[in-house]
């Protein structure tokens, strides 16, 4: 049987190794949002990734958007802005309008700089490379220049027979609205392309059908508002950044760290006054057999499991009580936007408290 002395160095033991996982995230944290706010993006966005596959937290998606954003990079910030809704199985109504606001600001961005180069006399003609041309279409497309972005994938389409352009015209029609122009560049597509795989065949097929429902709606339910047009990525054509984007409000983070801390030390209380339990019985039995026969050796042990088992019970108790608070503090930390949390940090011969947030 295990000395009661040593039970309090234990529960000491899991506590401090809790407290510590949470400051090594908190330290990483910190780390990722200097590297944003220093514009080393790789780097933040790295160590977000970490952190993400390490507490599978999707906020730290969502960080990653925001390092983007905050970096001009635009194009990847809606990127990850919407693989935070897609992954976030219990993202809060606010924290899917947050994320939804930044990528409309992204978007609005990336067409402000589509406008400011083009008044700025950026070249799109035939002179240019190639890439130039790819990126002047995309321009024009997503700043609702239909005819010139349609206009020069067709003169690429005709000059090197690469069908994804008439992909991509399908693609600038669908983005502006115009479902029955990209029906049909979609169906011109599937037509002039040979040996297409199935993966490009469906995504295909499921843009038809998308704007043939579109076209349906706009027939039956007129005045009603059209379904926001996807901004998906195009083959071939690149995405590319703007200006920078204003700081904005995030949403409160999962708190998975600090809810795991508290369960794991709420088992840890249960366990130690599983502990004083087993050790209170024993001791109330050997209290049973003195009364038969009196022993002084018996005694002296009987006591000594009867202190035992008030110590278990005390830390089980503390145990219970703390890990109820770090739990309690992970849980309103996934309800709140942009919260700030006080986190109790207890240790051997310490307690203390930590202020934590997002960026």
């Given at each position: 049987m295990i000395p009661w002395r040593q039970l309090v160095p234990?529960?000491?033991?899991?506590?401090?190794?809790r407290a510590g996982q949470a400051q090594s995230i908190d330290a990483k944290e910190r780390t990722a949002k200097k590297a944003c706010?220093?514009?080393?993006?790789a780097k933040g966005v790295a160590i977000l990734s970490e952190l993400y596959v390490s507490t599978d937290d999707p906020t730290y998606i969502f960080n990653q958007g925001r390092c983007f954003e905050q970096n001009r990079r635009y194009e990847d910030a809606i990127a990850r802005f919407q693989e935070y809704l897609r992954v976030g199985k219990r993202l809060s109504k606010l924290d899917k309008t947050?994320?939804?606001?930044?990528?409309?600001?992204?978007?609005?961005?990336?067409?402000?700089?589509?406008?400011?180069?083009?008044a700025s006399g950026a070249p799109?003609?035939?002179?240019?490379?190639?890439?130039?041309?790819?990126?002047?279409?995309?321009?024009a497309c997503l700043t609702g220049d239909v005819a010139s972005g349609v206009g020069i994938l067709t003169d690429l389409f005709i000059e090197t027979k690469d069908t994804t352009y008439l992909f991509n015209?399908?693609?600038?029609?669908?983005?502006?609205?115009?479902?029955?122009?990209?029906?049909?560049r979609f169906r011109e597509y599937l037509i002039k392309t040979r040996d297409l795989s199935p993966d490009y065949r469906a995504d295909t097929e499921?843009?038809?059908?998308?704007?043939?429902?579109?076209?349906?709606?706009?027939?039956t339910a007129t005045g009603k508002a059209e379904p926001a047009v996807s901004t998906e990525d195009q083959p071939v054509v690149e995405r590319r950044t703007a200006e920078v984007a204003a700081a904005s409000p995030t949403p409160g983070r999962a708190g998975s760290a600090l809810r795991s801390t508290g369960v794991a030390i709420g088992v840890a209380g249960a366990a130690g006054l599983a502990t004083g339990l087993v050790l209170?019985?024993?001791a109330n039995s050997m209290s049973d057999d003195l009364e038969k026969l009196y022993d002084a050796g018996v005694d002296s042990s009987r006591k000594r499991f009867e202190i035992a088992g008030w110590i278990a019970y005390g830390a089980g108790a503390a145990c219970v009580a703390t890990g109820a608070v770090f739990y309690y503090?992970?849980?309103?930390?996934?309800e709140r936007a942009g919260s700030v949390a006080l986190v109790p940090i207890v240790g051997p011969d310490m307690a203390g408290t930590v202020l934590k947030g997002s960026f």
């Open positions: 234990v529960f000491a033991l899991l506590l401090t190794t706010l220093a514009g080393d993006f947050t994320a939804q606001t930044h990528i409309a600001d992204c978007e609005s961005l990336l067409a402000k700089q589509g406008s400011l180069q083009t799109s003609g035939r002179g240019e490379s190639k890439e130039a041309r790819e990126k002047a279409a995309m321009r015209q399908g693609r600038c029609f669908e983005q502006n609205r115009q479902y029955e122009e990209a029906v049909g499921r843009h038809i059908a998308a704007c043939e429902s579109y076209l349906r709606d706009k027939s209170n019985l024993k503090f992970g849980w309103r930390r996934a």
